[in-house]
């Protein structure tokens, strides 16, 4: 069988292959929605970015199988949607077309894969990636908090603190604290708890208008000030901001599954467990 670069003429047929499979716990990767008009969005943005390629498998004129690679070339990673395919030997070959493909430009990929879906499970197995966490995603459907909050955001003479907290707190994460401040505009913010000494503590969301969904994506503590309600007022702010004043119809997130604490934390404030999903890790340096 032969591999093809997915291109834009086959996007609509791509989003329809995969919104079949992803919707299934048994195949679901987590960096892609259920949705066919959300993954056909997520394919035209990968469609238009230089650095990233999907990769496809036919039978006859349907498709059989699906790679896509999220790429970051100045990190040397992506995210990996996929593999999907109904035969472990497709999955290999769009991998083998992967790894050709980005030869000498990626270095680490990450595969993020519902706890159900075993044929990721063997894939990764097979192919030298390793088990990093178990996380869980949950999402809040409605706003549990009444009355009102004040809203916070990072002023520009905490950002130096910000950087310093965040890039402690998560030293090997997707976003940077300068890569988060780089990104804040009125939808992307990063909600803040302040006391005498400084910055305590902080929260970063998303919002997609075209969703109408957010996304909380950290919640970070200095650890010296943790154990007095910061991350609860943080989340409580986020919530209600992301409700009220943005409009979202759902909030989401994705915790350590381990994080018993957060966990508890997350189901008071009314967020319900939706998946259990595993994360993975292939590094050709090691």
């Not at 919707?23 to 993954?39: K, M, R």
């Amino acid at each position: 069988m032969k591999v093809e670069v997915l291109d834009h003429a086959n996007l609509m047929q791509a989003a329809e292959f995969i919104a079949k499979m992803n919707i299934l716990p048994e195949c679901h990767i987590g960096y892609l929605g259920t949705s066919q008009n959300d993954i056909f969005q997520s394919l035209e943005e990968m469609n238009r970015d230089a650095e990233s390629a999907a990769f496809i498998v036919r039978e006859g004129d349907a498709l059989a199988g699906f790679l896509g690679a999220d790429a970051d070339l100045n990190k040397g990673t992506a995210e990996l949607w996929g593999p999907f395919g109904q035969e472990n030997e497709l999955m290999g070959l769009l991998w083998e077309k992967a790894l050709h493909f980005f030869e000498g430009k990626l270095h680490t990929y990450f595969l993020f894969a519902d706890t159900a879906n075993h044929d990721a499970a063997e894939f990764a197995s097979k192919n030298g990636f390793m088990l990093q966490s178990a996380q869980t995603y949950m999402e809040l459907k409605d706003n549990s908090f009444n009355g009102l909050r004040k809203v916070s955001l990072l002023p520009i003479h905490c950002h130096s603190a910000f950087i310093r907290l965040h890039d402690a707190l998560f030293p090997q994460t997707y976003y940077s604290g300068k890569e988060i401040i780089e990104r804040m505009n009125d939808y992307y913010k990063v909600y803040t708890s302040l006391d005498a000494d400084g910055l305590n503590g902080y929260l970063y969301a998303e919002y997609n208008r075209e969703e109408k969904e957010g996304s909380i994506e950290f919640i970070g503590v200095d650890p010296c000030k943790r154990k007095n309600g910061i991350g609860r007022n943080l989340l409580e702010m986020a919530v209600h901001d992301l409700f009220v004043n943005s409009g979202a119809n759902s909030i989401k997130l994705c915790a350590g599954t381990a994080n018993e604490k957060a966990l508890s934390i997350y189901k008071k404030a009314g967020f319900t467990v939706e998946r259990s999903l595993n994360f993975y890790k292939f590094d050709i340096r090691e």
